[in-house]
DNA sequence: GTCTATATTTCGATAGAC
DNA sequence: GTCTATCGAAATATAGAC
């Protein structure tokens, strides 16, 4: 019960926000009636709060394609893969998680101190390794981080506005391989370890 | 007058989004009373469409980076320096438009079917026209433009993020600077417009 | 144009029968 | 555990004096 009322309120979180929501909408998605809701979650609030730590709880087992990588081009591949196919799968999740940071993490600013911190600088510290160890290009490693977060997690937070330059279709198939194959080409190429760079041509101007 | 109003409404637009944000909290963040907002604007969701609009219209003059320069190099280098520092100095009006995307695009559905989607079409097709003159690597043109929009206005939408991992501080100019630096490097370098990738190494497993 | 006061609606949360 | 009915607070929006 608890897990439908859970999946229900994940949808209209998204959809609408925190603020935005309205307990009756996630009782209507749910077939529930009002009352019940404040049966199984006190208040609005701890209900938001349990959607909010389901999400991160699928971010951090993405990392596992992370550790359990022999190099960086294994690593960050699978690590793309795999956040590509959470934001395919979790659309919703990964919204109502952006809203909460975006309007500065009232609910779960301990986790980005605590967990979060941590998560980053240990992967960090492993990018800077690589680096040293001259496996990858020099870059800043919170920042390709971020990229990778940011690339991946955009075709989730902003599907819809994808789905629209798409004609307005979803993605198909071959659509998301193809958006895959793109990004994890880029970003590994952008870090050295990919293909050879196109030969130097004299530009006008 | 207007000018006041629409300049607090995006601060708490962007802070507690539509349903969060209360006409009480523009009305106080400006220094006016309620009633005169609705002087101006007749209803709540009139006020959130001139907000949303007036960021819809500083992403179109980024194109201007985009169009006038010679070579893909030049462009989309220009291009991402032009989309960071508006995250850097709007990012407020990020969040409000990643806000609305994110909810569906109930007021600005019209713009990204007419005008976004034509600007987007003919940028892909000056891409495409680069690639097929061999002048960058070939990549999915939409997945590029995709991922230049996800990496740069990251740094806006996710900005409380990013100050949290950046140790509770604001970036610094440094960090800017380093922040566009890595995104230049790593896109322009993933699509084949920088310098030489690592030899191959054995990897280990 | 600007304000105070208020009408009207809708929200989160609860009471109490079953 | 589940429901109907409802309370009290807070929201959008408006009326009307100045």
Redesign the interface.
């Given at each position: 019960m608890e897990a439908t009322i859970l999946r229900a309120a994940e949808g209209i979180f998204?959809?609408?926000?925190?603020?935005?929501?309205t307990m009756q909408q996630i009782a209507d998605s749910a077939g529930l009636p009002k009352a019940n809701l404040h049966y199984y979650f006190p208040t609005k609030e701890a209900l938001y709060r349990q959607v909010v730590q389901q999400i991160f709880d699928i971010w951090l087992h993405a990392a596992d394609s992370f550790d359990d990588a022999?190099?960086p081009?294994?690593a960050i591949g699978a690590y793309i893969d795999a956040k590509m196919e959470i934001s395919r799968r979790h659309p919703q999740g990964s919204?109502v998680w952006?809203?909460e940071?975006?309007?500065?993490?009232p609910v779960i600013?301990d986790y980005?101190?605590t967990t979060?911190?941590e998560w980053?600088a240990d992967r960090a510290s492993v990018i800077q390794t690589w680096i040293d160890e001259?496996?990858?290009?020099p870059?800043?490693p919170?920042?390709?981080l971020?990229?990778l977060?940011?690339?991946t997690?955009?075709?989730a937070?902003?599907g819809?506005?994808?789905e629209?330059?798409n004609g307005?279709r979803p993605l198909s198939e071959d659509d998301w391989d193809?958006?895959k194959a793109?990004?994890r080409?880029?970003?590994?190429?952008?870090?050295?370890?990919?293909?050879?760079?196109?030969p130097a041509?004299g530009?006008?101007?």
């Open positions: 998204a959809e609408a926000g925190f603020g935005g929501a022999p190099g081009a294994e919204k952006a809203t940071v975006m309007h500065g993490a600013q980005l101190e979060l911190r980053t001259g496996r990858m290009a870059v800043d919170y920042q390709l971020y990229m977060w940011a690339t997690q955009h075709y937070d902003f819809h506005q994808i629209t330059l307005g193809r958006a793109t990004v080409q880029i970003i590994l190429r952008g870090i050295g370890l990919g293909p050879a760079p196109l041509q530009q006008p101007g």
